[in-house]
């Protein structure tokens, strides 16, 4: 079995930041890719930022200089740093992983239950 499991989210004001984590755990092989989606009030789930194992970044941009991600591959875990946070950011992020669970497995996608992020005065 494997699991992702968020925290961080919450209520924040404009302007304000917040850091997520998302931690895997149970058997694994290796992660390949590691990223963070969001679904919004009556929206489809989308891309918010996207991390490679080696490190290399990709964001949606709607949050590019405002959102950063990051991982510790030791703690098989991703963060999203999001400042400067608006109130359109309001939604519930999701963590996704493309984790293999031996050598004889092929990676398959994992997600967390989500985190409620809502940006309000």
């Known amino acids: 079995q494997v699991q992702l499991v968020e925290s961080g989210g919450g209520l924040v004001q404009p302007g304000g930041s917040l850091r997520l984590s998302c931690a895997a755990s149970g058997s694994i092989f290796s992660i390949n890719g590691m990223g963070w989606y969001r679904q919004g009030p009556g929206k489809q789930r989308e891309l918010v930022a996207l991390?490679?194992?080696?490190?290399?970044?990709n964001y949606a941009d709607s949050v590019k200089g405002r959102f950063t991600i990051s991982r510790d591959n030791a703690k098989n875990t991703v963060y999203l740093q999001m400042n400067s946070l608006k109130p359109e950011d309001t939604a519930v992020y999701y963590c996704?992983?493309?984790?293999?669970?031996?050598?004889?497995?092929?990676?398959?996608?994992?997600w967390g239950q989500g985190t409620q992020v809502t940006v309000s005065s």
């Open positions: 991390i490679t194992s080696g490190g290399n970044t």
């Open positions: 996704n992983a493309q984790i293999r669970r031996s050598e004889y497995f092929r990676p398959r996608d994992y």
